[in-house]
C-alpha cells in the first residue's frame, strides 16, 4: 500500500481499519486467483485497484517469506546430515581402529598358544 494510501486509511482511524479487514476479508473469500483476474480486466476502473495491489503484494511476500523459510529448513536439514554423516565416519573409523586392536592381539594370542603347544616355547619354563 503507498503512503497516501495509509494516511487515506489512517485519518479515518477505526472506520478504515475496519473497512480495510473487511475488504481483505473479502478478497480472502474470491481468492487471490480471482482478485487477480479482476484487477486485470478492471484496473483503471476499480476503485480498489490499489487495496487489491497491496493485498496481492501482502500475498506475494508472504509466498515469498514461507519458501525462505523452506529453503532456510532444507538447508538445516542437509547440514544436519551431513553432520551425522561425519560423526557416523569418525565412530566408523574409532570402530575400525578397536576391531584392528583385537585382532592383533587375537592374533598374538592363536601364535603364543600355537608355539607352546608345538613346545617351540619350551625353553622359557626352563
Do not use: C
Not at 487471490?32 to 476503485?47: F, G, K, M, N, Y
Not at 517469506?65 to 560423526?87: C, G, H, I, K
Not at 574409532?94 to 586392536?101: D, E, G, K, L, V
Request: glycine share 6%.
Amino acid at each position: 500500500m503507498s503512503e497516501n494510501e495509509n494516511e487515506h486509511e489512517h485519518e479515518g482511524g477505526g472506520d478504515a481499519a475496519a473497512a480495510r479487514e473487511a475488504r481483505y476479508r473479502r478478497y480472502e473469500a474470491a481468492g487471490e486467483t480471482s482478485v487477480r483476474a479482476d484487477l486485470d480486466e478492471s484496473a483503471d476502473a476499480d476503485p480498489e485497484a490499489p487495496f487489491k495491489r497491496a493485498w496481492l503484494r501482502g500475498k506475494d511476500a508472504t509466498r515469498q517469506d514461507e519458501q525462505f523459510r523452506a529453503m532456510f529448513a532444507s538447508v538445516n536439514s542437509a547440514n544436519d546430515a551431513a553432520q551425522l554423516a561425519r560423526d557416523s565416519a569418525q565412530a566408523s573409523r574409532r570402530s575400525a581402529f578397536w576391531t584392528m586392536i583385537a585382532a592383533l592381539a587375537a592374533t598374538t594370542g592363536v601364535i603364543v598358544n600355537a608355539a607352546i603347544a608345538l613346545g617351540w616355547l619350551d625353553w622359557l619354563r626352563r
